[in-house]
């Protein structure tokens, strides 16, 4: 399986950016996809994922309500769409894959930075 991600960049605080992950080789309906995040100095954090086949949906507390993670199953593309950007949002975003009946995320995309200015 390989993962790609994009649609990083540089926002002012408040603003909206969207990340796509393209994702191609064998994937399949039993697997979530999900975003994660890593800011300079610190661990790598869960951000949201979503089912594959049904769209479960699954958010970190520090993005709910600001943030929307949806599937275009047809693309084999999953978005993150973030809204209401804040400084604290800026960090490499990574996206990733697993089966469902793991806890191990198997493959990992390359990372889009994104920089959310004050």
């Known amino acids: 399986v390989q993962l790609q991600a994009s649609g990083g960049g540089l926002v002012q605080a408040g603003g909206s950016l969207r990340l796509s992950c393209a994702a191609s080789g064998r994937t399949s309906s039993s697997s979530v996809m999900g975003w994660f995040r890593q800011a300079p100095g610190k661990e790598r954090e869960f951000v949201a994922s979503?089912?594959?086949?049904?769209?479960?949906?699954v958010y970190a507390d520090s993005v709910k309500g600001r943030s929307t993670i949806s599937r275009d199953n047809a693309k084999n593309v999953v978005y993150l769409q973030m809204n209401s950007l804040k400084p604290e949002d800026t960090a490499v975003y990574y996206c990733?894959?697993?089966?469902?009946?793991?806890?191990?995320?198997?493959?990992w995309g390359q990372g889009t930075q994104v920089t959310v200015s004050s």
């Open positions: 979503i089912t594959w086949s049904g769209g479960t949906t």
């Open positions: 990733a894959i697993r089966s469902r009946s793991t806890i191990t995320w198997n493959y």
